[in-house]
Nanobody, 124 residues
Framework: QVQLVESGGGLVQAGGSLRLSCAAS????????MGWFRQAPGKEREFVAG????????HYADSVKGRFGISRDNAKNTVYLRMNSLKPVDTAVYYC?????????????????WGQGTQVTVSS
């Protein structure tokens, strides 16, 4: 069982930056592949970024590639999402999720555990 708690969301102007954090409970955090997803009003939840258990492999959605960076600190049971050059289209609730899958899935159905989400609003 893994419990995830996101933080770091907020209101930012276009072009600004935010860093989201996701703190996990449990001793087995380092064995999970972690992902960040987002869901805008009226839209489906979509994959944003993922990171392997070791942190050695990352994967990004094309829409955020070059602007967002995912990282993790297994000693702190935390995964991060650094978001730069934010755009109004990035406005959404951002969720972190955990899966035992070795590869980095982009399908949300593969993820077993989810946080409650944190709101990110980018104003123009």
């Amino acid at each position: 069982q893994v419990q995830l708690v996101e933080s770091g969301g907020g209101l930012v102007q276009a072009g600004g930056s935010l860093r989201l954090s996701c703190a996990a409970s449990g001793r087995t955090f380092s064995s999970y592949t972690m992902g960040w997803f987002r869901q805008a009003p009226g839209k489906e939840r979509e994959f944003v970024a993922g990171i392997s258990w070791s942190g050695g492999v990352t994967h990004y959605a094309d829409s955020v590639k070059g602007r967002f960076g995912i990282s993790r600190d297994n000693a702190k049971n935390t995964v991060y999402l650094r978001m730069n050059s934010l755009k109004p289209v990035d406005t959404a609730v951002y969720y972190c999720a955990a899966t035992r899958a070795i590869a980095i899935p982009t399908d949300r159905r593969v993820y077993d555990y989810w946080g409650q989400g944190t709101q990110v609003t980018v104003s123009s």
